[in-house]
């Protein structure tokens, strides 16, 4: 029962956003606009040759989460604010569990994240011209993280739609909570394009424990949202 | 706190404070041996820091059980004690770090760890300055200290401790018995300070909040 209330909420919000497109075009636009800035601004950097391909290791890295933590703080806000804009709350109050609704709003915010990640990734390697050595662990990395933020934002997005300021207060609220989120996927997302890694060694012997991190973070983050839930949805 | 009770913390706080700056021996192999007299105050703030974010979220729990607004008052003042003491362990720690590392900010992750306990505190507050019904105000508000109270550990112990080993920080310090005479009596006056500030700005804060809520009838009535 659980469960099926879960995937009917998950359904409609991924319904509704192929409806209206609004996060999928306004998150999309951003990272297209923010990789653009980084072509132009990392232009004159030299970065060929060994040393300038650390420096690209290193940017990108860094760029990869910092374009995802800012597009989920514009999109991702939105799964509640639309509830209460639309007068439906009281609805879902009625018929669906506090815990099933988070975890249907879950389920869509990671899936748009992984989308933004999707194309944030590759872009901004291509544009920056860094060699992912590990792809699977790039891959797992990325999973891992886009589910402990989505995680975090979906309960500060909660938070915020009972507020009256919601313009720059989901990015206040989430970034203090997602930093070891983010410096492990900056971490991990390093070691997977294979900065300071032998080719021989393994991704799993040098950096298995980041995966553990974000794995452990993200079961916290779930851990958490699910009990503290119950308290914002029914204020 | 009784006027007795006043004189004792001040006593105690001022032999603590004697003992440190006037017997604890410098500590050798260190970049300012005198320096390292610092680690008896940066400590015991670190620790009232910790005692401090505990009652914060401690509170909350309180609050989001038995919905009683003094719950929320109490759980938002320990916030303020929490922030006042992050603050006060990062500054005795860049002082440190500049002397030890050359550096005031070196990266290291109980600095950032700290650094990061500071803007979850300044975002609880902003969250709090949002909301102007106190009931809602005091649930959203308890629901954020304690989901960040859950996920900060991660960076602030967990991921240095087991997982980072070019930590600044020792991962398990062992002191001298010197030190250790400095640095405990030091937390207990500190954790002495943390009560009586606590039990003057709740009182502080009720008065506040009941001023408040003259002023908002006072309104009402006008209107």
């Not at chain 1, 991702?76 to 009281?90: D, K, P, Q, W």
């Not at chain 2, 041996?33 to 009652?55: E, G, K, N, Q, S």
């Not at chain 2, 250790?180 to 606590?198: G, K, N, Q, S």
């Amino acid at each position: 029962m659980w469960v099926k209330e879960t995937l009917a909420i998950a359904g409609k919000e991924l319904r509704t956003e192929w409806r209206s497109r609004v996060a999928l075009a306004s998150l999309g636009l951003f990272v297209a606009c923010s990789i653009a800035l980084v072509a132009l601004s990392t232009a004159r950097i030299p970065l060929n040759g060994e040393g300038g391909k650390e420096i690209g290791s290193q940017i990108a890295a860094a760029l990869i989460w910092i374009q995802v933590c800012f597009a989920s703080a514009m999109g991702l806000g939105r799964a509640f604010v639309v509830e209460s804009e639309r007068g439906t709350m009281t609805a879902l109050r009625l018929h669906t569990r506090a815990t099933a609704v988070w975890a249907g709003k879950f389920i869509g915010n990671t899936l748009l994240l992984l989308g933004v990640c999707v194309i944030t990734v590759p872009m901004t390697c291509g544009v920056l011209g860094v060699t992912v050595k590990h792809p699977f662990a790039l891959i797992a990395v990325v999973i891992l993280a886009a589910i402990g933020m989505g995680a975090v934002f979906t309960t500060t997005g909660a938070l915020v739609a009972q507020t009256s300021a919601r313009g720059g207060l989901l990015a206040a609220l989430s970034f203090p909570v997602l930093l070891p989120a983010f410096v492990s996927g900056v971490d991990g997302t390093l070691r997977a394009i294979g900065w300071r890694l032998s080719a021989s060694s393994a991704f799993l012997d040098t950096s298995g424990g980041i995966l553990v991190q974000l794995l452990s973070y993200a079961v916290l983050a779930i851990a958490a949202s699910l009990l503290l839930f119950d308290a914002i949805w029914n204020d | 706190m009784t006027p007795v009770a006043k004189g004792a913390l001040f006593v105690f706080t001022a032999g603590c404070l004697s003992y440190i700056f006037l017997k604890v021996p410098a500590a050798q192999g260190f970049a300012n041996p005198d320096l390292a007299r610092l680690v008896t105050m940066h400590l015991p703030c670190a620790y009232v820091a910790l005692v401090a974010a505990v009652i914060a979220a401690w509170h909350g729990i309180a609050y989001l059980r038995k919905r009683d607004l003094s719950s929320d008052i109490k759980s938002y003042v320990g916030a303020k004690i929490a922030f006042l003491y992050c603050f006060l362990t990062t500054i005795t720690g860049s002082m440190f770090a500049k002397v030890q590392w050359g550096s005031y900010w070196n990266w290291d992750p109980r600095q950032t760890a700290v650094a990061v306990l500071l803007l979850v505190y300044a975002a609880y507050f902003t969250l709090r300055a949002s909301i102007e019904d106190p009931e809602r105000r005091a649930a959203l508000s308890a629901v954020y200290v304690l989901f960040a109270s859950i996920l900060t550990p991660m960076l602030g112990y967990v991921i240095p401790t087991f997982f980072i080993d070019q930590s600044l920080h020792p991962k398990f310090a062992k002191f001298d018995l010197s030190y250790r005479m400095a640095i405990y009596p030091m937390a207990i006056a500190l954790t002495w300070h943390l009560v009586w500030m606590f039990r003057l700005s709740v009182r502080a804060e009720k008065v506040n909040q009941a001023i408040a809520e003259l002023e908002l009838t006072s309104e009402g009535g006008m209107a």
